[in-house]
């Protein structure tokens, strides 16, 4: 019996250290990343899975270098808030990165975000994620080329990139009550169907840095006393506009606004088709 009870405490002593040994380590503390001495109340937390290392930040050499082959092992870092560019590497002892990748993202003061990744064969993908709500932190430049499927970028697509510079094409939009033109050299052309009358004007874009929403801008003035880089320069643009209108849905056939202005407006749905001429 004693035999078989020294055996039994063996097995747990076993047990209790293989599961001490398996405890991941305490994270490395990287410090803070903070070129413009923003206060603490404007850093963000930027925590580094395993197998990660960060060799730059904007242009500034950083030490952020993974210390193991754990794929356990974090590092944190706190940086401040705004756009950053990250070139990162991955090496895990046997599957590493031969160059670094270029992230570029949007750290939201208060906020945790995760650099982890993701191997697949010999592929190595990174990911940037806000811990809060899971949503990419990295700028999707597919978005302003009209790749993404999300409503800004196929706005962008069918509405705005044919009036670009280097196209300069007409886009026109039409439903039962207005013909809204947009023209090259962010110019605009409104016409009320029921009274006949016409306005022209600048128009303008503005999107959040993640591209989830954005607005465009119907600013009556006559294009040839106010110069694109003058309404360019327009500091509160929506004060000053008549028309403010925010895309909810785009395809290549047509486009949805909620009305944000005029006040008589407000909160409407406007659908118009994108006449192919």
Not at 110 to 121: F, K
Request: charged share 25%.
């Amino acid at each position: 019996m004693v035999k078989k009870y020294r055996f039994l405490s063996l097995v747990f002593l076993s047990v209790f250290f293989a599961g001490c040994a398996s405890a991941p380590p305490e994270p490395i503390d990287r410090g803070i990343f903070n070129v413009e001495n923003v206060s603490e109340d404007k850093l963000a937390v930027l925590i580094l899975s395993g197998y990660i290392t960060v060799g730059e930040v904007d242009g500034h050499s950083v030490e952020w270098i993974a210390e193991s082959y754990n794929q356990y092992e974090t590092q944190t870092v706190k940086i401040a808030e705004g756009v950053h560019s990250f070139d990162v590497f991955y090496d895990n002892g046997i599957t590493y990165t031969h160059v670094p990748v270029r992230l570029i993202a949007y750290l939201e003061a208060g906020n945790e975000y995760l650099l982890d990744s993701i191997q697949n064969g010999n592929k190595i993908q990174f990911l940037l994620t806000n811990q809060k709500d899971g949503s990419d932190a990295t700028l999707n430049f597919q978005k302003l080329r009209g790749e993404d499927p999300g409503t800004i970028s196929q706005y962008i697509k069918y509405v705005l990139n044919p009036t670009m510079d280097g196209n300069d094409k007409t886009v026109k939009l039409e439903n039962k009550d207005y013909i809204l033109i947009f023209k090259p050299d962010m110019i605009y052309e409104m016409t009320n169907k029921k009274t006949g009358e016409s306005t022209i004007g600048r128009r303008g874009f503005i999107t959040d840095i993640l591209m989830k929403e954005g607005k465009t801008y119907l600013m009556e003035v006559n294009p040839e006393e106010i110069s694109r880089e003058d309404f360019l320069d327009i500091k509160d643009t929506e004060e000053f506009s008549q028309f403010v209108l925010e895309p909810c849905a785009c395809t290549e056939n047509s486009v949805s606004y909620v009305i944000h202005k005029p006040e008589e407006l407000k909160g409407q749905k406007m659908i118009f088709m994108i006449v192919k001429e």
